[in-house]
């Protein structure tokens, strides 16, 4: 089972490859990442054209597509979640979502309780507590880092680095920083496998976007003289 995995729910845009055999055994093909806020739109697509050549596959050759569903900046989630779609309809295959977290919180591989983090921008940080690498307790939520109580558990991803002096916890110095879609890959080949049902492939959205519809023309006062 070939699955096409991807995400651009924070400033990496990262995309991999991965191959489930019969027995549920993961096979990464081929991955790819880099950093940029700017330029999810310019960086997807090249990437998984550059994947497939490397892996020596064609994209009709895949069985699923997953994409990370967030949370995330609305601009760049937005440019994963429309190739997902765009991808699954043209190829005819099923298009997954996977919460960006559990992906990050999955690479870290820890069998301990711990918080993963990544920034949401706003002096705000998206977050969830993990039992392990695989288990999230409750949902996703966006906070001020100041008004969180993290206790004494690890922290780890961008948004545990960039509060750090507010949080009283430096993250995890060797964990992920960013969502790595080869973990991602993997774990939604493991999920599938399992026979367990992913996340639909629509954003998870935890607050209104900045950018609003306008509202109605202010009249003007036509002077007569």
């Known amino acids: 089972m070939l699955l096409l995995a991807f995400d651009t729910a924070t400033p990496a845009v990262t995309a991999a490859i991965g191959e489930s055999d019969p027995d549920g055994a993961f096979t990464l093909r081929a991955s790819a990442g880099s950093v940029d806020a700017r330029r999810h739109g310019e960086l997807l697509t090249p990437t998984i054209a550059r994947l497939t050549e490397e892996s020596g596959i064609a994209l009709t050759d895949l069985d699923h597509v997953a994409v990370g ?3 995330g900046p609305y601009t760049g989630l937005r440019v994963g979640l429309s190739t997902a779609h765009a991808l699954a309809d043209a190829l005819g295959v099923p298009c997954h979502g996977v ?3 559990d992906a990050l919180a999955f690479a870290t591989g820890r069998t ?3 918080v993963a983090m990544t920034d949401a921008r706003r002096k705000e940080v998206f977050w969830a507590r993990y039992d392990d690498h695989l288990t999230r307790v409750g949902e996703v939520a966006v ?3 100041a008004e969180l109580d993290t206790g004494d558990l690890p922290l780890v991803g961008d948004g545990a680095r960039m509060y750090a002096d507010v949080l009283g916890a430096a993250a ?3 964990g992920p920083l960013h969502p790595d879609a080869a973990a991602m890959a993997e774990l939604a080949l493991l ?3 399992r026979g367990e049902e992913l996340p639909a492939p629509n954003p998870l959205y935890l607050r209104r976007p900045d950018a609003v519809e306008p509202g109605a023309r202010k009249k003007v006062r036509q002077w007569v003289k």
Request: aromatic fraction near 6%; include cysteine; charge should be negative.
């Open 172 to 174: 995890d110095p060797v």
């Open 112 to 114: 301990e309780p711990f």
């Open 143 to 145: 906070d001020r880092p």
């Open 99 to 101: 919460t960006t977290l």
């Open 191 to 193: 999920r599938l496998c």
């Open 69 to 71: 569903v967030g949370p």
